[in-house]
């Protein structure tokens, strides 16, 4: 019996579909995405269970890292013109949706870049999110 690698298909459902950890287990990954590190190890995985005597096509092993470093690129271009577009924020007056939903208007001071996202800083009021704000003057 041979090994059977996990092919495209189920590399792209395991990244959607949440599975269920085996008794005792700690899940490591709770909400299921898959980040460069993921990727590369469950690549080295399929590469270590593959048959030496069939071994997998190479190409698709290729193709694969090639559409995630794609994906990877956008990501990073669209986090670019978000921190972009906040810079350009700074200064200008703004209104935002603040706590218990109450509009807030303010001029932004400072942009942060942080791992969840980008965020402002209006008048001393920190993690200003750009989806909050609803309008700029």
């Known amino acids: 019996m041979t090994a059977n690698p996990l092919t495209t298909a189920n590399a792209a459902s395991a990244t959607s579909a949440t599975t269920t950890p085996a008794a ?4 490591t990954n709770p909400s299921g995405m898959l980040g460069q590190n993921d990727f590369l190890k469950l690549m080295i995985a399929q590469l270590q269970a593959q048959n030496p005597l069939e071994p997998g ?11 995630f470093t794609q994906v990877e690129q956008m990501t990073n271009m669209a986090s670019a013109n978000e921190l972009s577009g906040a810079v350009q924020l700074i200064g200008r007056k703004v209104s935002y949706n603040g ?25 001393g009021t920190s993690g200003v999110t750009l989806s909050s704000i609803t309008d700029v003057e």
């Open 24 to 27: 005792g287990a700690t899940p």
């Open 57 to 67: 096509n190479s190409n698709e092993y290729i193709n694969e890292l090639a559409q």
């Open 99 to 123: 706590t218990a939903g109450a509009l807030v208007t303010g001029t932004v001071e400072s942009v942060q870049s942080t791992a969840t996202g980008t965020t402002v800083t209006v008048e």
